[in-house]
């Protein structure tokens, strides 16, 4: 059974994520939907709009992700999830929506824990590689040494 990835978030995020993912994932625009939370809607418009897009993935499993909890794409989130068939976890990156589309066909609750792996392997601090921040070799010329 393949879950449908449902992604609501602050306006243009959700679907900013979507464009990203069916860059990786071409053939899967019907898995994947996304609900742009504009701030100019009532709060009901917004459940309503999010429930048709979840009902317009036709999947018997919905990972549903948002951006912030607690934020108003999370409160919408959370009417449309049951627990069951339809889990939702806030803090969505890009890592998490791929490593997601990879494994959407494993049981939901594998589904999660993969997803929520992918998110928190993916934010990591990088090591910068620019000359002036590393330690000169003893093989290393220096910038003033002149070759002939």
Known sequence: MTAGLLIIA???LASALRECVLHVFADSADVVAAVDIRSDLPFDQLVEESRQAMAALNTPRTLVFTDVFGATPCNVAQKLVDGGHTRLIAGVNLPMLLRAMTY???PIEALVAR?????VQGVMQVATAAPQNQ?????????????Q
């Open 115 to 119: 997803a929520m792996a992918g998110g």
């Open 104 to 106: 959407r066909r494993e």
């Open 10 to 12: 602050h306006s243009p």
């Open 135 to 147: 330690a000169r070799k003893k093989h290393d010329q220096n910038p003033g040494d002149h070759q």
